[in-house]
């Protein structure tokens, strides 16, 4: 079992800065890729970004050179950082993380936190 534990949403203006945190506990020896997606009303769930176990970040083009994610291996912690943010940024933002344990792939998410981008 793994539980993912979301926090740092919240209402922030245009141009403002917010910090997203997971923390991952239970079988966190399991985890290889933790992410963070987001989701709007009436649209799909989309990649926001993700870093692997080693390291590598990947991003949705959206975001690119505005968001920054981090994870701490130690810690089984994943945070990322969204600066320039834009309305269009608003969403509820779920922690994933991606698993492999004895032969099996599966994921966890988070419950979700609101960002709120609006002056």
């Known amino acids: 079992q793994v539980q993912l534990a979301e926090s740092g949403g919240g209402l922030v203006q245009p141009g403002g800065s917010l910090r997203l945190s997971c923390a991952a506990s239970g079988i966190t020896f399991s985890i290889n890729t933790m992410g963070w997606y987001r989701q709007v009303p009436g649209k799909q769930r989309e990649l926001v970004a993700d870093i692997t176990r080693g390291g590598t970040t990947n991003y949705a083009d959206s975001v690119k050179g505005r968001f920054t994610i981090s994870r701490d291996n130690a810690k089984n912690t994943v945070t990322l950082v969204m600066s320039s943010l834009k309305p269009e940024d608003t969403a509820v933002y779920y922690c994933?993380?991606?698993?492999?344990?004895?032969?099996?792939?599966?994921?966890?998410w988070g419950q979700g936190t609101l960002v709120t981008v609006s002056s």
């Open positions: 994933n993380s991606q698993h492999t344990l004895f032969g099996r792939n599966f994921e966890v």
